[in-house]
């Protein structure tokens, strides 16, 4: 079927007891068992709830993969991977990666024993002189946020697939509607789900999308034992959302190229940072590897003060955290998304605070433009 099909469908049948066209808010614990040890499927709503259940199956269409796994945060998705990792072993990761992940990854699993090293993957050659005697998984965010560095992602996993090392793929910034890591040879899908997913900033989740019976089976272990699940309503919602999701990631798309191509004619501007651009370095392998170029642009000024200038001049984006709705948002990474990273760490990559992080919405473009004109000049 196709993607529009699939979203609207897929798990999605009509309720069989009350033939409800939209799957029901199952809001309940726990489950009426018919005798010791036979149930209907469903004991207790940590372990499984059919309203999780047929968002869990309808993610797992639409990022070509058989299994799907809900979790309460992008976050608690991230660091559900992360625990297939054992004491003394090592993962390589993006380096401009999401400073959330950063942080979970540097402050928090270092000790339990974790190792970490952080390169930049858009050279593959970077990747084969990282990897080390105990390295397990490569964790790869593409496109990074907020610099929209790719990764080589089927060049990865022929690296990595003959070493006997996991490839897991973080594809947040452009949903399953423009890339599909499995089918490019990753063993694990991450979305914060709070993002495009759901797409109208109303909810937090995270998802993870995988094909091997083993690692669902490991993953489903850890989202039972840890607990960090959604609520049926939050499900719900996201049930909701990817009905519009292929609509919504076309003017996203759309919205963003123009605004991009804007910004590229502005002499205030120094540099504009757009997938879809031929001036960035890696668009023949976006046009590659993507169906698109996402809703996010990145630019840079003269100075610290001239973007906090233009944040504060914008008035139809909106100055938050997050990304991915419908809305459109600014942000400055530096002091907002990635500021647990230490300064000299963020500097090094290029994440400098001259940087202008645009989550281009799906208002009416001349609205955007004209927006940003007033605020640069």
């Avoid at 699939?6 to 007891?17: E, F, K, L, R, T």
């Avoid at 973080?170 to 399953?176: A, G, I, K, V």
């Avoid at 499995?182 to 797409?199: E, F, R």
């Avoid at 190229?257 to 668009?283: C, F, M, T, W």
Wanted: charged share 20%; net charge negative.
């Amino acid at each position: 079927m196709g993607f529009s099909t699939d979203a609207i469908h897929s798990g999605q049948p009509p309720d069989p007891s009350t033939g409800a066209v939209i799957t029901p808010i199952f809001q309940t614990t726990t489950y009426c068992l018919e005798e010791l040890g036979k149930d209907k499927g469903f004991v207790y709503s940590r372990s499984g709830n059919p309203t999780r259940s047929a968002w869990e199956k309808n993610i797992a269409v639409l990022e070509k993969g058989k299994y799907g796994l809900a979790f309460a945060s992008g976050m608690s998705a991230i660091h559900a991977v992360s625990k297939l990792l054992k004491s003394g072993e090592h993962a390589i990761v993006s380096n401009d990666v999401y400073g959330g992940t950063y942080r979970l990854f540097n402050r928090v699993m270092t000790d339990y024993g974790l190792e970490f090293s952080y390169i930049d993957m858009s050279n593959l050659e970077n990747l084969k002189a990282a990897i080390q005697s105990n390295t397990r998984l490569v964790f790869i965010e593409s496109p990074t946020n907020p610099l929209l560095i790719l990764t080589d992602i089927a060049g990865a996993v022929d690296i990595c697939r003959e070493r006997g090392i996991l490839v897991s793929v973080d594809n947040t910034f452009m949903s399953p509607y423009f890339q599909n890591p499995l089918d490019l040879g990753a063993d694990i899908v991450i979305h914060s789900s709070t993002k495009y997913l759901g797409g109208h900033s109303d909810v937090i989740g995270g998802v993870i999308v995988l094909n091997s019976d083993e690692l669902h089976d490991k993953l489903k272990f850890i989202q039972n034992s840890v607990g960090a699940v959604p609520s049926p309503f939050d499900v719900w919602l996201l049930l909701r959302s990817t009905k519009t999701l292929a609509v919504r990631m076309e003017r996203h798309n759309f919205n963003a190229s123009e605004v991009a191509n804007y910004l590229s004619r502005q002499k205030k501007i120094k540099k504009v940072i757009y997938l879809g651009l031929d001036s960035h370095p890696q668009n023949e392998l976006a046009k590659k590897q993507m169906r698109g170029f996402g809703g996010m642009v990145t630019f840079e000024v003269e100075s610290f003060e001239k973007a906090k200038d233009i944040m504060h001049r914008l008035k139809i984006f909106t100055l938050a955290e997050s990304l991915g709705g419908v809305e459109s948002l600014v942000c400055h990474p530096s002091t907002m998304t990635h500021a647990s990273i230490p300064k000299e760490v963020r500097e090094k990559y290029g994440l400098t605070d001259r940087l202008v992080r645009l989550s281009v919405g799906i208002e009416d473009v001349e609205d955007l433009i004209n927006d940003l004109d007033s605020a640069i000049n």
